[in-house]
């Protein structure tokens, strides 16, 4: 097996697990969790505070060239990875409905999925990668040798969700969270470019009822058996 393909890629609508999941599978493997959300969430609050108008992509092309990001590793079994943007932690500030929502949008935007995809294949380039995302199966690394694509109800998702970010200290209406959710979502799956899809090659797993240690250890033993593909 070649090291560029030993990524594994979990892809999948909001609240599905995939976070959790993602860093529990990489700590498993000794793989580096690359949280792909991260980086869309970073440019949209990058984008955001230098008024940047989403419609002139010219402008924005032009000031994604000097991004400067950075993502550091997660904060322990079940925290979230650091992300830096030009020498300012954003870690917490991108971690809101609101900056889910823009990041969203701005992730139909060509060259935002040019350049993200670019950093993201440089970063997996060594291998030995737990990818998680909405395309990194799909269009990321098409080649990855181990493929899952999570679902679960929206009700369920909306209701994880919650109590994440409650965990966090934000108190949020648990109904706009799941209408943002289910609208996010739509668009994800219906914007042109790089859309939130099933690789055909995907092992599809739904989590509305499975406990997140059980999927957990589905998919380390999907991985520990297909060892060459
Ligand atoms: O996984 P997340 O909630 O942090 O992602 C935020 C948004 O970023 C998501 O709604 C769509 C976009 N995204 C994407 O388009 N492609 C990815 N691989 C990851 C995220």
Redesign the pocket.
Known sequence: MSEQREIVTI?GP?GVG??TLSRRVAAALGYTYL???????AV?LYLQQLQIDLDDEEKVRSTLSSLDLQLLPADGEDGDVGVVVGGQDVSRT?RTPE???L??R???IPAV?EK?TEM?QAIGRAGKIV??????GT??FPDACWKFYLEADPEERGRRRVEQLRASGQEVDARELLAMIVK??R??QE?TL?P?QKAEDALVIDTTSIDIQEVCRKILEFVREKKSC
């Open positions: 892809d909001s995939k976070s949280d792909t959300g991260a980086m869309y969430r949209a991108i900056m889910g929502m990041a969203s701005v992730s139909a999925r993200l993201q990818a998680e995302g909405r395309d990194t269009v990321v996010r979502d668009d994800d914007r790089s939130l």
